[in-house]
């Protein structure tokens, strides 16, 4: 059986990420999700093993002495992680696996599996990261200001990644994505020059 391929998504918070992930994930059959382990409370609309697997921080170091996890990183005082033996698994079964996770956890990945294909995901300005920001209404005022100071750092390490998807129209984006997961988004790499001004407004406050 051919091996499955594994897809890593990152971006920073408030770019769209998850809902390209979930509109990607029912337009690909083929693609499987791998849900995270974190430390970080449950929000009221979240399902243990839906959202995330929730643990204590005890049981999450526990996992890490044990070589459980593929990935793990701290990301905003909590930790996270990703189940290497499912990956593993999907992958053997032929399955595409979708990753969505920081650049923390994403140059772990690709050090581990070097063959993953790796994507960030880009707000089109800083004044559009900040709006969807607040209009979430699920973090504080202080979590917000922190997100937003920390989103330029996450977003200059996006010449790691293979590609680069500006996600300024949801449909487009998402037609973008679904290129790259059929091998066909060579426009769309990381290193193209048509990203530049958009970046250096970005990045301005890294």
Known sequence: MKR???????????AGKTSLVNALLKSEPNLRLSISHTTRPRRPT????????FVTQPQFEQLI????????????DNFYG??????????RQGHDVLLEIDWHGARQVRAALPECVSIFILPPSRRALAERLAKRATDSAPVIAR?????????SHYREFAYVIVNDDFAHALADLRRIIAGQGADLASDRAQLQSLLKELLAGA
């Open 4 to 14: 499955g391929r594994l897809f890593v998504i990152t971006a920073p918070s408030g």
């Open 46 to 53: 979240e399902t243990d093993g839906r959202e995330y697997h």
């Open 65 to 76: 002495a044990q070589g459980e996890f593929l990935e793990h990183a701290r990301v905003f």
């Open 82 to 91: 990703t189940s290497r033996a499912f990956v593993e698994e999907q992958l």
């Open 147 to 155: 997100r937003l100071r920390d989103a330029a750092a996450d977003m």
